[in-house]
T-cell receptor
């Protein structure tokens, strides 16, 4: 049981190049998320998915696209990378858990992808 | 949308003392408040969470309190240990029903435990 994995771990792009970040989870979770983390900014939600074939915009979606063709995978694409997209990208997945006090939605995070755009 | 403010940004305490981190949120519809711990080079990991129908929750040395009226919640760590040194994030969500929206995070608190 690997949990949430992300590929690649590091990447350097030139401005205007494109790339896809892959997130995979083996916990059969319905929900998956992409966040970016910048110094002093915390984590900000880019896009998320509540099920296979569905996606929705988060707080900072501009410049990114996503796809969820399989339940276990969530892809984040940058069509034309910009220096402002230099960041650490985290994928997360969750499922509803019935616990005392009601349902919780614990999100499990991957190890992150460090992307630099020059 | 939701806005979560977190204070302080850095907190240094002596080993064995208590640490308190505070957060406020803006959306009265938020009903789920988790706390995450992030160690260097790793993804955040959930340490405790609380729902809006509960005022306090405790798990060994960690406790969280929630004041819905004032829209603030706090993390309390007692008897701090060196391994508690990390960055802590609070978050809020309107998760409920059949779906789960993403989390809105605070900007984080760097907790330093002095030996």
């Amino acid at each position: 049981n690997a949990g949430v994995t992300q590929t690649p771990k590091f990447r350097v792009l030139k401005t205007g190049q494109s790339m896809t970040l892959l997130c995979a989870q083996d916990m059969n979770h319905e929900y998956m998320y992409w966040y970016r983390q910048d110094p002093g900014m915390g984590l900000r939600l880019i896009h998320y998915s509540v099920g296979e074939g569905t996606t929705a915009k988060g707080e900072v979606p501009d410049g990114y696209n996503v796809s969820r063709l399989k339940k276990q995978n969530f892809l984040l694409g940058l069509e034309s990378a910009a220096p402002s997209q230099t960041s650490v990208y985290f994928c997360a997945s969750s499922s509803t858990v019935l616990a005392s006090g009601g349902r919780t939605y614990e999100q499990y995070f991957g190890p992150g992808t460090r992307l630099t755009v020059t | 949308g939701e806005n979560v403010e977190q204070h302080p940004s850095t907190l240094s305490v002596q080993e064995g003392d208590s640490a308190v981190i505070k957060c406020t949120y803006s959306d009265s519809a938020s009903n789920y408040f988790p706390w995450y711990k992030q160690e260097l080079g790793k993804g955040p990991q959930l340490i405790i969470d609380i729902r809006s129908n509960v005022g306090e929750k405790k798990d060994q040395r960690i406790a969280v309190t929630l004041n819905k009226t004032a829209k603030h919640f706090s993390l309390h760590i007692t008897e701090t240990q060196p391994e508690d040194s990390a960055v802590y994030f609070c978050a809020a969500s309107r998760a409920g029903g059949g779906g789960a929206d993403g989390l809105t995070f605070g900007k984080g608190t760097h907790l330093i435990i002095q030996p």
